[in-house]
């Protein structure tokens, strides 16, 4: 009889092996450099794949700081999360950390700002010099070849802005070496920054004829300060990235176009890659979503174009 019921007992426990094992999904964080709007569409990818990949999904908004960044994967380190997929604020900063949540078993990706000299298994995002000369190759045909312009840029120091400001240099050394490029205008990740700055700007360059922020904010700001002053198209502006403002000023006609990151597909690749790193499967280094122009043309449907691309 002992027997016997040590033999339920053990049938019993077989039974509900299989119910833990469906409750005890993985858990993918990802980890943005800060709260801005523009993180949402890359999470709301990450989000869309952790449903399909059936695993647990969160998101961390660390503001703009590298030791809070830090101490954000020190936390999910503690946590033992299964994977992380972090926009890097800066590289070498973050590699120590990288290494130990790596050491501890957790996969790593970056996305939206790459961490080369990290062991982090993939980049997944844009090629941000590549970007920049797309970019200015398009702004040289906006300007018509001269004039004068400012660069509106969210931090001297992100080495993934600085990419696209050379790319965008370059484009016009190359194409249209009559447009003056005035200055590289530090904006903080600060939309009322940007718009004191643009400010400054106008008042400093009385015939400038344009604007064009390599970062989020710049360019819906800029546009915001040209509408004030009744100079909105005389003055032309155009930039990054598809926040809510951006768009509505494209919508309006205050910013000729915006080279949009596919920030939903960056999102859904991150944590696609994760889930095949977690799987033994091997990553690619680098897995670049490239961008592309949003104009008054596509404004309304380039989103859903977007996640056809990546949507199973």
Not at 88 to 103: F, K, M, N, R, S
Not at 152 to 163: D, E, I, M, V, Y
Request: glycine share 8%; net charge neutral; proline share 4%.
């Amino acid at each position: 009889m002992l027997n016997h019921g040590y033999r339920l007992s053990r049938v019993a426990l077989l039974c509900l092996l299989p119910m833990a094992a469906m409750a005890a999904k993985m858990t993918f964080v990802m980890v943005p450099k800060n709260s801005h709007a523009y993180y949402q569409g890359c999470y709301d990818g990450f989000a869309a794949a952790g449903g399909y990949y059936d695993v647990n999904v969160e998101k961390m908004d660390p503001e703009a700081s590298l030791p809070l960044q830090v101490k954000a994967i020190h936390d999910l380190i503690a946590r033992h999360v299964d994977g992380i997929a972090v926009a890097a604020i800066d590289d070498a900063g973050l590699a120590p950390v990288i290494a130990e949540a790596t050491q501890a078993g957790i996969k790593v990706v970056a996305f939206d700002a790459p961490a080369p000299t990290s062991v982090a298994l993939s980049y997944i995002g844009t090629n941000n010099w590549l970007a920049g000369y797309e970019a200015g190759a398009r702004f040289v045909r906006l300007m018509q070849g001269r004039g004068s312009m400012v660069i509106l840029q969210a931090g001297l120091n992100a080495a993934n802005l600085n990419q696209r400001t050379a790319g965008f240099k370059a484009a016009l050394a190359k194409l249209a070496p009559r447009i003056k490029i005035q200055e590289v205008v530090d904006v903080d990740p600060d939309f009322a920054t940007a718009v004191s700055k643009s400010e400054a700007m106008l008042d400093k360059y009385p015939n400038l004829g344009g604007f064009f922020s390599v970062s989020s904010q710049g360019a819906p700001a800029a546009a915001s300060v040209l509408v004030k002053q009744h100079r909105a198209g005389q003055v032309k502006v155009a930039g990054f990235d598809d926040v809510d403002a951006t768009l509505e000023a494209i919508r309006n006609g205050s910013i000729e176009f915006s080279f949009v990151q596919k920030t939903f597909k960056m999102g859904w690749l991150s944590a696609e890659a994760l889930f095949d790193a977690t799987k033994g499967e091997h990553l690619q280094k680098i897995n670049y979503t490239r961008c592309q122009f949003v104009t008054t043309a596509n404004v309304n449907h380039y989103l859903a174009d977007m996640k056809k691309e990546v949507v199973k």
